[in-house]
């Protein structure tokens, strides 16, 4: 039986004339989790839109698509498309998930929520002929997963091929984020037993991964037992985690000491009141300041995560934002304007007012304004979102941040992770164009070793080997 995964991509992605690096970082982990459930007889393909153009010509027996919401209008064309051709046609993913009415309009079959139990349950039913119109995930574990079918994805298309997730959803309930929906109905987080993580790391290849789990650190025995584990494998690694949990003793320190350099930190607001609004309780009463020296001390680099567009902005949030990054040498900052997606806490609240715009979903990408901000015009929050990107990237700020580093390899370090990630479009851009960013991949873990080996030790300051070397690097922006 012929099987056939893929991921829609938006327009900007596959444009003939301009590809943003960070739809080329990591492959559809989720779609090669799910073909290793298929038997030995199956024949299985996983298509990646953003790094390839989709051949729809064939006739799979099975065709299995992820959608997210920016992907939606693509991910039901092409499901109208196979269905029309007589392929049985799959859709999942979380804004499947979070609107399962307008979605089963496209399929025969919809998943909600993870896949480890349902999608089992499905090809049972369809190998004997009764597949069902919906499954509804409840079962919750990631004992006994079969191994991911990394041997489908195309390595050589991606920069962080060795991306890897090693437990689900969070331990948090932010009123922003689509997490509760899509876990509704059984646990909204759990890990796997931490000698299935260890032995998935071991078997890939390289030296560089990247946890793309939602919170790595959330369950603290789990990811204490992990770092340990990890000891010695000589790895390089990127994660994300969360204020509290960076202030928690100990654990960032045997984070770095198992290779961990780079940290994705949703600081999201630095005013306590939108915090409030958004349920983002992890942050309230806690030091910013005090969090990033105790990354920097662990010689770990910050990718600051913001959220314009709370109630409490007006236009001067923008520049109090930059301002406040450079001063702190945050690395990189990711901003999004605040998006309600559907199901969420937020956009019920949202939709009581009265204040979405419409519901145009490929416009809900956290780089368009789609609802009425509370002290600005939807015009302003655009506006100085785009501002607040050419103001923190300017090479005065780059270096402005640099120099908060107390030493030069620090420095060096810094400025080539950043100018990397915003200052050399054209060249990402020509090494996807000729499907070689995979020879950047060197270069990326130059940069995290620290150009010579910064390394964390047990004092307040890092570890320096000389270098000659000053790669470019990208770092991933976590949305859309």
């Given amino acids: 039986m012929k099987f056939k995964f893929i991921l829609p991509a938006l327009t900007e992605a596959t444009s003939p004339l301009f590809r943003p690096v960070k739809y080329s970082l990591f492959p559809p982990l989720g779609l090669a989790t799910l073909a290793g459930y298929l038997s030995d007889d199956d024949e299985a393909t996983i298509h990646d839109e953003h790094v390839e153009r989709l051949n729809l010509d064939d006739e799979p027996d099975v065709v299995v698509i992820q959608a997210y919401i920016t992907s939606a209008y693509r991910a039901y064309e092409i499901a109208d498309h196979y269905r029309a051709r007589g392929s049985y046609v799959c859709l999942g993913g ?19 929520g993870p896949g480890e139990d349902i999608w089992p349950q499905f090809l049972d039913d369809f190998r004997s002929g009764h597949p069902q119109p919906r499954y509804q995930s409840k079962v919750r574990t990631l004992v006994g997963l079969p191994e991911i079918r990394r041997d489908l994805i195309k390595r050589h298309l991606y920069l962080v091929p060795n991306s890897i997730v090693v437990s689900r959803g969070c331990p948090h309930h932010c009123d922003f ?35 793309l789990d939602d919170h790595l650190f ?27 949990t960076i202030l928690q003793p100990g654990l960032l320190e045997k984070a770095a000491a198992a290779g961990l350099r780079s940290l994705f930190i949703g600081f999201e607001t630095l005013d306590t009141a939108n915090l409030a609004d958004h349920a983002k309780t992890q942050n309230l009463d806690r030091d910013y300041t005090t969090a990033i020296q105790r990354v920097r001390d662990a010689g770990v680099m910050i990718n600051g995560s913001f959220v314009f567009g709370m109630d409490q902005d007006d236009t001067s949030v923008f520049d109090r934002t930059v301002e406040w ?18 199901s969420t806490g937020l956009y019920q609240r949202m939709e009581r007012e009265g204040r979405l715009l419409h519901s145009r979903w490929n416009q809900y990408d956290t780089r368009h304004t789609v609802f009425r901000p509370a002290r600005m015009t939807p015009g302003e929050l655009e506006t100085g979102y785009w501002d607040s990107y050419r103001q923190f990237y300017t090479w005065k700020n780059l270096f402005t941040a ?16 950043a100018a990397g990630w915003k200052k050399f479009e054209g060249l990402w851009n020509a090494v996807i164009r000729l499907k070689q960013i995979s020879q950047m991949r060197p270069m990326l873990e130059q940069v995290l070793s620290g150009l010579g080996r910064i390394e964390p030790n047990s004092g307040d300051s890092v570890r320096e080997r000389p270098s000659t070397l000053l790669p470019i690097v990208a770092e991933q922006e976590m949305t859309g």
């Avoid at 998930?97 to 079959?109: F, I, M, R, Y």
């Avoid at 040498?329 to 998006?339: Q, V």
């Avoid at 640099?402 to 992770?417: E, F, I, S, V």
Wanted: with cysteine.
């Fill in 94 to 112: 979380l804004h499947i998930t979070s609107l399962p009415d307008e979605a089963a309009a496209h399929a025969d079959s919809i998943f909600l």
């Fill in 177 to 211: 984020c689509y997490k509760d929906a899509f876990f509704e109905g059984g646990r909204g987080y759990y890990t796997q037993t931490v000698d299935d993580a260890l032995a998935e790391i071991d078997r890939l290849p390289g030296r560089h991964l990247y946890f």
């Fill in 218 to 244: 959330g369950n603290r025995r789990f990811a204490t037992a992990l770092f340990d584990g990890m000891q010695g494998m000589g790895r390089l690694w990127q994660a994300a985690a969360t204020v509290n």
């Fill in 325 to 342: 990054g450079v001063r702190q040498g945050i690395e990189t900052s990711t901003y999004h304007i605040l998006t309600p997606y559907p």
């Fill in 402 to 417: 640099a120099a908060t580093k107390p030493t030069w390899p620090q420095r060096g370090r810094h400025l080539a992770y």
